[in-house]
């Protein structure tokens, strides 16, 4: 860890609290060094138009090289004016440089120190109540969110010391003591227990991705109201609770194996590029691979329990299908989507997949055309997002060695190619939908369907030329062209 000297002045009481905390970090065995800001020698001052033009005085060289050292960064410092010291954040200004704490990719930032915490010591002149309350702390959020944040460091701890002007000797021994209990807490981590349980659920919420799974509820439900108007409640939780862990197991494993892509990523966002909780450090490698092997087993536990009440051998078979084909979109030995495969796997798991498996649970038969039926302009919906995900990552993927479509075909014939199941989506539902196995559950989808694959027909065709970066807005439009042909059966078999 280091701790950072924040006061222009030596000696000074920011100094004996540092060298408390220092003293408390080491005793609980810490590696710990200490950098006294008034006594390093450089221009605070940003004087070139880019303040990567300006070269690094020796002192701040050392400084920079001890902050990549740390994996635990503390900031000592007054809250003069409510914020801290000019030479600070002078410091801040020529140490965090743009290409080594920070990115910027087409107006998007992305900080590059993910994976340190810090703590804030801060003295002041008023009870640290009124600095929280009625100031509302502007430097504690400044250092927190503006600067630290925007890094990917932490902030994790703060500690509001004050008044200063009329503290007894007493009072700054209290103090110290404060200071130095809080580098020993460094014992049993950079944060509480509570933070500590949060911060890790917040992880794998994040790393879940459910902002991919109501479609898949959706299209496993029309399969189970398609074999059955009255559903078997226990049966029908058991078999989503298979479908749930299978998915989680496979946005995991996505995480592991997609590593080396999704680290090179400049263009990730909420629906490519995955979760990047490995990338950033939220999670380990080995929190990773204990995920993926608790879905495997509570999907693998729903689908016993579901098999234990008879659901039939071809039920197993569907349930096997899916987890082979879910996992081996990234995982070996298949890694169907680093050989142009994976927007096929994903387009069928999702559509025939989760509706066979809905129907067979509830007591259909494979052989039934309803399920077939109802699956094809459904998997003709989803492939024009599947394959526009890729767009993003098309970069980072061939420097990963990743062959997706995408990568395979290059910008304009990967936007070209999304128009053809964007147009055939609707003339399936127009050839299938008066089949009599359907009962009806396409009608009224093409009034809905139609004029918005006309729009994300044109947007792709105006898209065509675009060389790189993200498409949030085209995927956004490429997601919800699914919801016509999911929903519409939906709501007509319910």
């Given at each position: 860890?280091?701790?950072?000297?924040?006061h222009?002045?030596?000696?000074?009481?920011?100094g004996?609290?540092?060298?408390?905390?220092?003293?408390?970090?080491?005793?609980?065995?810490?590696?710990?060094?200490?950098?006294?800001?008034?006594?390093?020698?450089?221009?605070?001052?940003v004087?070139?138009?880019?303040?990567?033009?300006?070269?690094?005085?020796?002192?701040?060289?050392?400084?920079?090289?001890?902050?990549?050292?740390?994996?635990?960064?503390?900031?000592?410092?007054?809250?003069?004016?409510?914020?801290?010291?000019?030479?600070l954040?002078?410091?801040?200004?020529?140490?965090?440089?743009?290409?080594?704490?920070?990115?910027?990719?087409?107006?998007?930032?992305e900080?590059?120190?993910?994976?340190?915490?810090?703590?804030?010591?801060?003295?002041?002149?008023?009870?640290?109540?009124?600095?929280?309350?009625?100031?509302?702390?502007?430097?504690?959020?400044?250092?927190?969110r503006?600067?630290?944040?925007?890094?990917?460091?932490?902030?994790?701890?703060?500690?509001?010391?004050?008044?200063?002007?009329?503290?007894?000797?007493?009072?700054?021994?209290?103090?110290?003591?404060?200071?130095?209990?809080?580098?020993?807490?460094?014992?049993?981590?950079?944060r509480?227990?509570?933070?500590?349980?949060?911060?890790?659920?917040?992880?794998?919420?994040?790393?879940?991705?459910l902002?991919?799974?109501?479609?898949?509820?959706?299209?496993?439900?029309?399969?189970?109201?398609?074999?059955?108007?009255?559903?078997?409640?226990?049966?029908?939780?058991?078999?989503?609770?298979?479908?749930?862990?299978?998915?989680?197991?496979?946005?995991?494993?996505?995480?592991?194996?997609?590593?080396?892509?999704?680290?090179?990523n400049?263009?990730?966002?909420?629906f490519?590029?995955?979760?990047?909780?490995?990338?950033?450090?939220?999670?380990?490698?080995?929190?990773?691979?204990?995920?993926?092997a608790?879905?495997?087993?509570?999907?693998i536990?729903?689908?016993?329990?579901?098999?234990n009440?008879?659901?039939?051998?071809?039920?197993?078979?569907?349930?096997?299908?899916?987890?082979?084909?879910?996992?081996?979109?990234?995982?070996?030995?298949?890694?169907?989507?680093?050989?142009?495969?994976?927007?096929?796997?994903?387009?069928l798991?999702?559509?025939?997949?989760?509706?066979?498996?809905?129907?067979?649970?509830?007591?259909?038969?494979?052989?039934?055309?309803?399920?077939?039926?109802?699956?094809?302009?459904?998997?003709?919906?989803?492939?024009?997002?599947?394959?526009?995900?890729?767009?993003?990552?098309?970069?980072?993927?061939?420097?990963?060695?990743?062959?997706?479509?995408?990568?395979?075909?290059?910008?304009?014939?990967?936007?070209?190619?999304?128009?053809?199941?964007?147009?055939?989506?609707?003339?399936?539902?127009l050839i299938?939908k008066?089949?009599?196995a359907?009962?009806?559950?396409?009608?009224?989808?093409?009034?809905?369907?139609?004029?918005?694959?006309?729009?994300?027909?044109?947007?792709?065709?105006?898209?065509?030329?675009?060389?790189?970066?993200?498409?949030?807005?085209?995927?956004?439009?490429?997601?919800?062209?699914i919801?016509?042909?999911?929903?519409?059966?939906?709501?007509?078999l319910?």
């Amino acid at each position: 860890m280091l701790v950072i000297v924040g006061h222009p002045r030596s000696p000074s009481l920011c100094g004996a609290l540092a060298r408390s905390y220092a003293q408390g970090a080491c005793a609980a065995g810490m590696q710990v060094e200490l950098i006294e800001l008034s006594a390093l020698r450089f221009d605070p001052d940003v004087h070139t138009v880019s303040p990567t033009a300006q070269a690094l005085e020796p002192d701040l060289v050392r400084a920079w090289q001890r902050i990549e050292w740390a994996d635990h960064l503390v900031f000592v410092f007054p809250a003069w004016w409510g914020v801290g010291p000019a030479r600070l954040y002078g410091f801040l200004d020529r140490a965090l440089l743009p290409g080594v704490a920070f990115r910027e990719h087409e107006g998007r930032f992305e900080g590059l120190l993910n994976g340190k915490t810090a703590h804030l010591v801060t003295t002041m002149d008023m009870p640290h109540w009124v600095y929280r309350l009625l100031f509302r702390a502007p430097g504690h959020t400044a250092m927190k969110r503006s600067i630290l944040g925007f890094c990917g460091i932490a902030a994790t701890r703060t500690l509001a010391l004050g008044p200063v002007r009329d503290s007894s000797a007493g009072q700054r021994a209290v103090w110290l003591e404060q200071a130095r209990a809080m580098g020993f807490s460094l014992r049993d981590g950079p944060r509480s227990q509570v933070a500590s349980a949060a911060v890790r659920l917040l992880a794998w919420l994040k790393a879940l991705r459910l902002q991919f799974y109501p479609m898949s509820w959706m299209a496993y439900t029309v399969g189970a109201l398609g074999a059955a108007s009255s559903l078997d409640a226990w049966r029908y939780w058991l078999g989503y609770g298979f479908l749930f862990f299978a998915e989680a197991a496979t946005v995991f494993a996505n995480e592991w194996f997609d590593f080396e892509s999704d680290r090179r990523n400049a263009h990730h966002g909420p629906f490519n590029g995955g979760s990047r909780v490995l990338v950033t450090g939220e999670l380990t490698f080995r929190q990773m691979a204990a995920g993926i092997a608790a879905a495997l087993a509570l999907a693998i536990g729903c689908a016993g329990l579901l098999l234990n009440g008879a659901a039939g051998g071809a039920s197993s078979a569907a349930m096997l299908a899916m987890l082979l084909l879910a996992l081996g979109y990234t995982a070996p030995p298949l890694k169907l989507s680093w050989r142009g495969l994976g927007e096929l796997d994903v387009g069928l798991t999702h559509s025939i997949g989760v509706v066979l498996c809905g129907y067979l649970v509830q007591g259909g038969r494979w052989r039934d055309a309803f399920p077939w039926l109802v699956s094809m302009p459904m998997l003709l919906a989803i492939l024009p997002s599947i394959i526009l995900a890729g767009f993003p990552d098309l970069e980072a993927d061939r420097e990963a060695g990743k062959r997706t479509l995408a990568a395979r075909l290059g910008h304009r014939r990967t936007m070209l190619l999304a128009i053809l199941p964007t147009v055939a989506a609707p003339v399936a539902a127009l050839i299938v939908k008066d089949a009599p196995a359907l009962r009806g559950s396409l009608d009224g989808l093409l009034p809905w369907a139609v004029p918005h694959g006309v729009v994300l027909t044109v947007l792709l065709w105006r898209a065509r030329f675009r060389r790189r970066g993200r498409i949030d807005l085209l995927l956004v439009a490429a997601l919800t062209y699914i919801l016509w042909f999911v929903a519409i059966p939906l709501l007509r078999l319910a």
